[in-house]
């Protein structure tokens, strides 16, 4: 009875073995019950591949070395035209003009060359930059009743202004002051006014390197191309206007013209 009990027991453990998969009791091959499973050997995992690491981005444009420009070649000086009408339309076109660079309004010479009385000032006063013309407004009228006191008329005369736009508040630096230096006489040359008349502190300093109360009331003689011009020196019309009382001195410049006629 045992051994048939025995035999049904040990039927029962080899299929209970068989339904879970396990159909020998010894494995053909030798197994490593304390070896560790390589899923969990931290040493004996395959090592990654390395990855490129990310580029660092740019730097802010404001932190980006910069190039230093090369510093522009140094220019040399204007070069002004030699005749007369190419430098008329020079003063009133060309981008390199000496005293052009302080307004877009500029006021031009009016007249022709070789006339009786040049009037020459340094820069166009704020009323004639409005009105594109020079001595314009109420000290244009008293210039014109003084050129009546000495038996000429504007249409007479050659007008120009040594700087055709305003310089700010009417004053320039010694490095502009040094073109119109230029300017000034080869404006003369090309003008050949018989007489000049300066017309404002600024291009008398300019002209004759004086001050206007050491210039006024006296004959001026300027070189120019070997010879001499006559020139005779007054404050401004607008000065004359703000100041009546400096009209006397003007007036003692003036007749300096009349002698010897």
Known sequence: MGGRNSTLL???????????????LVGEAPAGWL?????????ARPK???VAEPEAPPLPAALQRREVPA???????????????????????GPDVPGSQWDARRVLPAGQAEAPLML?????????????TLFSGPAGQLLDAMLRAIGMARADCYLASLAVTRPPGGRCDEKDKGELDRLLWHHLGL??????????????????????PDARGRLLDLNQDGGKMEAVAVAHPAMLLARPAQKAAAWDSLKLFNRGR
Do not use: C
């Not at 070896?35 to 040493?43: E, L, M, S, Y």
């Not at 003008?191 to 017309?199: G, Y």
């Open 10 to 24: 040990a039927t029962s453990y080899h299929d209970w073995w068989s339904l879970a998969g396990v159909d020998s």
């Open 35 to 43: 070896d560790v499973p390589v899923a969990n050997d931290v040493a």
């Open 48 to 50: 990654p591949s390395p």
């Open 71 to 93: 510093e522009a070649a140094p220019k040399g000086p204007v070069i002004f035209p030699d005749d007369w009408n190419t430098f008329q339309t020079w003063l009133a076109e």
């Open 120 to 132: 020459l000032t340094a820069w166009p006063e704020i009323d004639d930059q409005r009105d594109a």
């Open 191 to 212: 003008a050949k006014p018989q007489r000049l008349l300066l017309v404002g502190s600024d291009v008398v300093q300019m002209a004759a390197g004086l001050s206007l």
